[in-house]
């Protein structure tokens, strides 16, 4: 076997190699050689991290020529919490609460997500209806995000009125979860093993009135934007991507469909029982911020297919596994039972170990692909968890769909790509 | 079902598996093979494993997911760097894990694999920013969460959760 060869200049610590410094340092050499000729002059310009059209604290710095921007580095961090190293001091269902606040626009996707993963660590089955509605909560979560980044985008590219149209509907959709899970946003319904509580009785007529005048309301955003002048020019064309840079740079969900990648993990790589439900997988060819709009519309029109079939086959049983080491027992019967109230104590106190291994569990986030890595030691605490986000591998994405574009571009490919900022930095 | 654990025992149980035929195809690839909870990981040479992902890439595994790392502090060698490889043809997905030991860690750790994959980019730079891992060959090895002057790498397993240090 050859030595390994290392690059001295690599093993410098002194030597920072950044490109954040490189784009500014460039951009000095370019001005003292330009000096003269006010041409080719290109500057550095800050975007963020206070800047309202980058969903958060994304700070960019661009290398511009003029309006065209020839370099494009993101810097992320400002909302680094250090979930992973928490997660790491709790016990596994005191993750949970951790999991809504890394994803703030999806908390059941993140919820679901977890669970499933030390529900596969556990090798646990859980109640079909339990999953019937685990599935309907994600998919009416997945509206409800593709309506807070529909409201936003339009917002920033001009169309004030969407905004406001949009957040109408997910206030419907937030009542829906204050009301299954006592919470907004941070909902932390589900548990390893099945579902927090049962639904209280409402819940079923509230979400089949939200689903019955929800396909209306897509129909209306439609009306407003696919036929204006404004937004087709801002819209189309514009942020491309192709499919082999996609798949290149990480990009998954929504962005990659857009790009002619027909791949979605509901469909392809089922969990939590999708393969019971019927729905299409939008694809658009185009790879532009119009076609990650058309594609995001359809799957709203999809989500909504998905949830009522849950609602209309939701079959009876319990909300969550026959596991009393694991899953808190009723109330009631922790009151009545010796049994139950010692599984309680234990559970609290103590957490329930979990078996020693490593699995990696994808969902199809609104995003993208959210992945859950959690490693056990065999202790009542996870070794290590890790999560695979979405929005931060797409953000590497971001310098190619912006190269040689305007910069008001720009703030259409930022919308178009549905960043989170909490996930990307955790 | 139970684990299988070794190459042997691995080959028997998944015949079919692309990715573990690939890297057993090669000498000097595959170092060790675990099928667990329907996972499949492979452990590989830390100096072999822009290789292993060629090789993997080669055999249809055409999208890396996720690299990370686990710190299995104070065992050796301590590192544990982790990659997820998903297949779209497949359908499947495969663990690669390369051990890299403390002493190497900010030395000759272990190769970027950023010409295989571009995406590569952001997560090796979470690694080397939060566990304190180079890689050899990054274009942009800088911090990306933490501030630039900050000392120490937080998700090591000898870095304090909560309180001074």
């Known amino acids: 076997m050859a030595p390994l060869t290392v690059d001295p200049v690599l093993l410098d610590p002194n030597q920072t190699n950044s490109s954040l410094s490189d784009v500014i340092n460039e951009s000095a050499r370019h001005n003292e050689v330009n000096a003269n000729t006010s041409k080719d002059q290109t500057m550095v310009l800050n975007m963020g ?22 370099k494009c580095a993101p810097d992320i961090g400002y909302l680094h919490t250090g979930i992973e190293k928490t997660c790491e001091a709790k016990f596994y269902q005191q ?95 589900f548990r390893v093993g099945g579902l927090a509580l049962e639904p209280p009785i409402d819940f079923y007529a509230q979400v089949q009135a939200f689903l019955k005048m929800m396909p209306s309301k897509i129909d209306e955003y439609e009306s407003l934007l696919s036929g204006n002048p404004i937004w087709i020019g801002r819209t189309k064309g514009v942020g491309h991507l192709t499919a082999e840079e996609a798949i290149a740079l990480g990009v998954t969900g929504p962005p990659l469909r857009a790009s002619g990648v027909d791949w979605d993990l509901r469909r392809d790589m089922p969990y939590s029982g999708y393969e019971k439900f019927q729905f299409k997988v939008p694809v658009s060819n185009d790879g532009d911020v119009w076609a990650r709009y058309v594609v995001r519309l359809d799957e709203m029109r999809e989500s909504i297919k998905i949830a009522q079939q849950a609602l209309d086959g939701l079959p009876e049983g319990a909300i969550a596994a026959d596991a009393p080491k694991i899953v808190l027992p009723e109330r009631e019967k922790m009151k009545t039972q010796m049994e139950s109230l010692i599984h309680h104590f234990k559970i609290v106190t103590e957490g329930f170990a979990v078996p020693a291994g490593q699995v990696y569990q994808a969902v199809e986030s609104p995003r993208g692909e959210m992945g859950y890595y959690v490693v056990s030691d065999g202790t009542a605490k996870p070794y290590r968890v890790h999560m695979r986000n979405p929005s931060f591998a797409t953000l590497q994405a971001l310098e190619t769909m912006c190269k040689g574009k305007l910069l008001a571009d720009v703030v259409a490919v930022i919308g178009s790509i549905d960043i989170v900022l909490g996930e990307i930095d955790r | 079902m139970a684990a299988s654990i070794g190459i042997a025992a691995c080959l028997e149980c998944c015949p079919d598996n692309a990715a573990l035929l690939a890297l057993n195809g090669v000498p000097g690839l595959l170092a060790d093979a675990k099928f667990d909870r329907e996972e499949m990981t492979l452990t590989v040479p830390r100096e072999k494993i822009v290789a292993a992902c060629e090789a993997v890439k080669v055999a249809g595994y055409n999208f890396l997911e996720d690299v990370t790392c686990v710190d299995w502090y104070p065992s050796e060698p301590r590192f544990q760097i982790t990659y997820h490889i998903l297949s779209h043809g497949l359908k499947q997905r495969v663990r690669l894990i390369a051990m890299v030991a403390e002493a190497d860690a900010m030395g000759s750790a272990i190769d970027s694999i950023i010409n295989v994959w571009p995406s590569a980019n952001f997560y090796e730079r979470e690694i080397f920013d939060l566990f304190g891992v180079r890689f050899n060959h990054h274009p942009n090895l800088i911090r990306i969460m933490m501030p630039d002057e900050w000392e120490g790498h937080p998700l090591r397993k000898d870095y304090p959760v909560e309180g001074y240090r």
Not at chain 1, 50 to 66: A, C, F, N, W, Y
Not at chain 1, 164 to 184: A, D, K, M, P, T
């Open chain 1, 49 to 70: 991290p206070q800047h309202p059209s980058t969903h958060g604290v994304l700070r960019l710095l661009l290398e511009i020529d003029g309006e065209t921007v020839i």
């Open chain 1, 95 to 189: 993750v949970v609460p951790l999991t809504d606040r890394i994803d703030y626009l999806c908390p059941m996707t993140n919820n679901l997500a977890y669970c499933l993963a030390v529900e596969k660590l556990i090798g646990m089955e859980i109640p079909e209806r339990a999953e019937y509605l685990r599935v309907m909560l994600n998919e009416l979560t997945r509206i409800q995000s593709h309506l807070v980044w529909l409201g936003t985008h339009a917002l920033d590219l001009g169309a004030l009125t969407m905004f406001l149209y949009c957040f109408r509907e997910r206030e419907e959709l937030l009542r829906i979860f204050e009301n299954v899970s006592g919470q907004r946003m941070m909902t932390s319904y």
